[in-house]
Nanobody, 124 residues
């Protein structure tokens, strides 16, 4: 069973930054796209960002474009989500997931393995 572990969440003031990390228990990242999703209280899980297997292609939710950056270290098998200029609407549990595809995809049903999530809270 593959396990994905997110870290880096926390409580931050509006306008600050956080960097989330996603590590796999086994190397499932080498040939797979990886995505970040989030779920706020009372809302459905939504796509945030995705990166292709080699980092050559990325996708972003419109509301995070220019503020969030997804990247990957293929040697260390870690995928990052750098989040800058955080605002209240970014408060959510953030999940990483490994795709069945090598591409960067927004489609939730393309993702096979999911982490347990890390809480991000943006407050005044």
């Amino acid at each position: 069973q593959v396990q994905l572990t997110e870290s880096g969440g926390g409580l931050v003031p509006v306008g600050n930054s956080l960097r989330l990390s996603c590590v796999s228990s086994r190397n499932t990242f080498s040939n797979n796209g990886v995505g970040w999703f989030r779920q706020a209280p009372g809302k459905e899980r939504e796509f945030v960002a995705a990166i292709s297997w080699n980092g050559g292609s990325t996708e972003y939710l419109d509301s995070v474009k220019g503020r969030f950056t997804i990247s990957r270290d293929r040697v260390k098998h870690i995928v990052y989500l750098q989040m800058d200029s955080l605002n209240y609407e970014d408060t959510a549990v953030y999940y990483c997931a490994s795709s069945r595809s090598a591409a960067a995809t927004r489609a939730t049903n393309m993702y096979r393995y999911w982490g347990q999530g890390t809480q991000v809270t943006v407050a005044s």
